[in-house]
């Protein structure tokens, strides 16, 4: 213990790196941590909309097969009967909620007191051309929705009100979405009596009523997966650089390490003084990495409800655990990433303290090829399979955020048999060219070590960055190729449906969103998304690609599947649940390719009852035809262009933020350690005629090279894992260009090479004199 005191006093330079690197990764575990922990016990979602209703009636939502249950896309409301049923015995009101253009939520103006809507200025509507809207009192007087605003209030963050007459919304939304009961809950259930699936809501379950019930919920669970992908890669990169930076130090002391075997030492005996070391580092750093996440974790929690991807209500708890999982998980990171470093410090020799030679020998030892291969095999393998097997899977954020992780292991562990190789194919002019390639060829530890931040970093840019990109220009060919539709009209009303039937040589063609339910093997009840349409013009205006049956046999007792449903042979009956829960039984009339998820299965408008057009397609022999009734083939396609969500681009920037400032700490550690232990070296070329400012030019070339070096092995690994994408969205039928980021693959690599300058100058203007 004495000799490790020592040593961490003389060579606490040479550690601060690992220092900073771990304190960092335990502070970002336990920021995480205490965030994830918030989110498992934060209140449930309040009402909003009829948070002021003493009993909320609602009709079935959900469907339930046995002890399996699913929300039901299409919502049948209250059933007529029970409504009649309950308005006959006890005070009711009748709330509807119906969508209107631009956005608006209409709603009967005798619901707006329990969601807490008071006027602020005007009067509620007494006729059917009033309204009341939620906004500024300047809207008195306007027309909005084709009716006078006679009234304001102010607005909901939950939604954008229009209010009706009752009477007008009776017409414009005939369904009962809930019946608002003035009456105690127990004689209300005697009147419901057993009518299945009616239920009663009170307290905070009158949240079921409102236009999103389970948005917290929804949000918190975005959150979970961020932070827990985030902590994945902290925990990585942690490792990574502190088992780099502990190989690399010992690579440095050979010859203190030599003296020490020489003075008597064991092999076990200096082996446990590098894991003392480690131990002691990892104490100190977890403990100080615990203080900063205890800070950091407010701070997450205000960044994540900035974004909107909490609710505003989330804040962050009294937890311990997080602490205990984030401090021992630092100092395990320490002695693992330590472990190989002190074997190897074991293996060091007598002789090594005479040796003179920095050129690097037996840099690779057996057991590091061993790994490097099983782990490179593992990683093509699993990317073999989810091309072949499973190639929906490659498209999964999960999936394509973790696939990079085994490919970058695995060239970082074969780095030193492709660092030479590499640096001397490179060809640079004047003997500082010359010399900085031979210094980096030679001493292959270094080289790699310095390499390896580069590679994480360019390889997670690459990775991440251009799969997402990927996929979204797969989505958008995969649209412009199944829209063949000239015109598009987005929630068309039935004038406009009319008007478009009207125009002649049109072939016109409606669509509802609705959903169909599969028991699986009897033991999951999966709920596909489908889409209501006109059978007849569906092959018309949609380019669908079928891999087997007919577009032409889809009618009121069929249904068309994709091949991911486990059932899809053409002609075999299914037994399915419609989207308001009926129970069906439907022959498969063709089978499409799954493509990247946007399509589902598509039924006839009967088997979607109650739901209403959101969409009309239509192609007509001449466009001028229909100018102004909807958008061009263009127009809708640049609209509906697919996006980036906003917590995946948060999370990417968390990551390889978490990424980039790893690859600093590592690479300036690394670069200071090697240039402070070639203070020989240098006053070897100045004795040799060498000037200061040749000197520098020197460091700063062989920096550059390295950080090249790694920036090949990074895009090698993004490649890599693009073309896994690639070939999946082939498998998928969705054939689109694969997408590399250059951009950003250049940006990473320029941050690393300045990282790697500004470090080996900053040294060397030191170590030069």
């Not at 220092?19 to 575990?29: C, D, H, I, Q, R």
């Not at 939520?105 to 939620?134: K, M, N, Q």
């Not at 030599?258 to 003084?273: D, E, K, Y």
């Not at 030479?420 to 500082?432: F, I, M, W, Y």
Request: net charge positive.
């Amino acid at each position: 213990m004495i000799v490790t005191l020592a040593s961490l006093r003389t060579r606490w330079a040479t550690l601060t790196g690992s220092f900073v690197a771990l304190t960092l990764g335990v502070a970002l575990l336990a920021t995480m941590g205490l965030a994830l922990a918030s989110t498992l016990d934060t209140p449930g979602q309040r009402p909003e909309r009829l948070a002021g209703a003493p009993v909320v009636v609602r009709g079935p939502d959900e469907l339930r097969v046995g002890d399996k249950h699913r929300p039901l896309a299409n919502y049948r409301g209250v059933p007529a009967g029970v409504a009649a049923r309950l308005a006959a015995a006890v005070p009711t009101v009748a709330d509807r909620s119906f969508a209107v253009r631009d956005g608006f939520t209409g709603h009967p103006w005798s619901v707006a007191r329990f969601g807490g809507y008071r006027l602020t200025a005007g009067r509620s509507p007494a006729a059917d051309g009033e309204i009341v809207v939620s906004g500024e009192p300047a809207l008195l007087g306007s027309e909005v929705q084709d009716r006078r605003v006679v009234g304001t209030v102010e607005p909901a963050g939950y939604e954008r009100a229009v209010f009706f007459t009752d009477a007008a919304a009776a017409r414009l939304s005939p369904r009962i979405d809930n019946l608002v009961v003035a009456a105690d809950p127990g004689p209300v259930r005697a009147l419901i009596g057993a009518a299945p699936g009616i239920q009663v809501l009170t307290g905070d379950e009158r949240r079921r009523a409102d236009p999103d019930p389970d948005r917290d919920a929804e949000a918190l669970m975005t959150v979970n997966a961020l932070l827990g992908t985030a902590g994945g890669i902290t925990m990585f990169v942690s490792v990574f650089v502190v088992a780099s930076t502990f190989a690399f130090a010992v690579a440095q002391r050979r010859r203190e390490l030599g003296l020490l075997r020489t003075a008597g030492a064991t092999p076990g005996q200096v082996g446990r003084m590098v894991l003392a070391e480690a131990a002691v580092v990892g104490v100190l750093a977890s403990a100080a990495g615990c203080g900063l996440g205890a800070r950091g974790a407010p701070l997450l929690a205000r960044l994540l409800v900035d974004e909107r991807l909490a609710p505003p209500w989330f804040v962050i708890g009294a937890h311990r655990w997080p602490f205990h999982v984030a401090f021992w998980t630092g100092l395990l990171v320490a002695l693992a990433g330590a472990v190989t470093a002190a074997v190897r410090a074991g293996r060091v020799g007598p002789l090594a303290a005479l040796r003179e030679a920095a050129v690097d020998t037996g840099s690779m030892p057996p057991g590091r090829r061993i790994a490097g291969a099983v782990v490179l095999a593992t990683g093509l393998g699993l990317l073999i399979w989810r091309v072949v097997v499973e190639p929906g899977e490659a498209l999964h954020r999960k999936t394509y955020t973790t696939q990079p992780m085994l490919l970058i292991t695995a060239v970082a562990l074969l780095a030193p048999l492709v660092v030479r190789p590499l640096v001397r194919a490179v060809r640079l002019p004047g003997v500082t060219g010359l010399l900085a390639r031979e210094n980096a060829a030679a001493g292959i530890r270094r080289t790699a070590a310095m390499a390896a931040p580069v590679l994480i970093t360019v390889a997670l840019t690459g990775s991440l960055l251009g799969a997402t990109a990927t996929i979204t220009t797969a989505k958008a060919t995969e649209l412009r190729e199944r829209t063949r539709a000239d015109l598009i009209v987005e929630r068309p009303d039935a004038a406009t449906v009319a008007k478009a039937r009207a125009v002649p040589g049109a072939t016109v063609m409606t669509s509802a969103q609705t959903a169909v339910y599969v028991l699986e093997d009897g033991v999951a009840l999966v709920g596909f998304p489908a889409s209501a349409v006109d059978a007849g013009a569906l092959a018309s205006v949609r380019r669908l690609p079928v891999v087997a049956g007919s577009l032409a046999e889809l009618d009121d007792s069929s249904i068309v599947v994709t091949d991911e449903w486990a059932r899809h042979t053409v002609g075999s009956r299914i037994d399915v649940w419609l989207g308001d829960g009926t129970p069906r039984t439907l022959r498969i009339a063709a089978v499409l390719a799954a493509g990247t998820g946007s399509d589902g299965a598509y039924v006839t408008q009967a088997n979607a009852p109650g739901v209403a057009p959101d969409r009309l397609e239509m192609t007509v022999p001449e466009p001028s035809l229909v100018t102004g009734l909807g958008l061009s083939r263009e127009q809708w396609l640049a609209e509906q262009a697919p996006g980036t969500g906003r917590p995946t681009r948060v999370g990417f920037l968390v990551v390889l933020g978490i990424a980039l400032l790893y690859t600093a700490i590592a690479l300036a550690n690394t670069l200071v350690m090697a240039t402070t232990g070639r203070v020989p070296e240098f006053s070897a070329l100045r004795l040799a005629g060498a000037t200061r400012g040749q000197l520098l030019r020197l460091v700063t070339v062989e920096a550059l090279l390295v950080v090249g070096v790694g920036a090949v092995l990074g895009v090698t690994v993004t490649l890599l894992n693009l073309a896994g994408i690639w070939a999946a969205l082939g498998r998928l039928s969705v054939w689109s260009p694969l997408v590399v980021p250059w951009q950003p693959l250049a940006g990473a690599a320029g941050a690393c090479a300045i990282i790697a300058m500004t470090a080996a100058l900053a040294t060397a203007v030191r170590r030069a004199r």
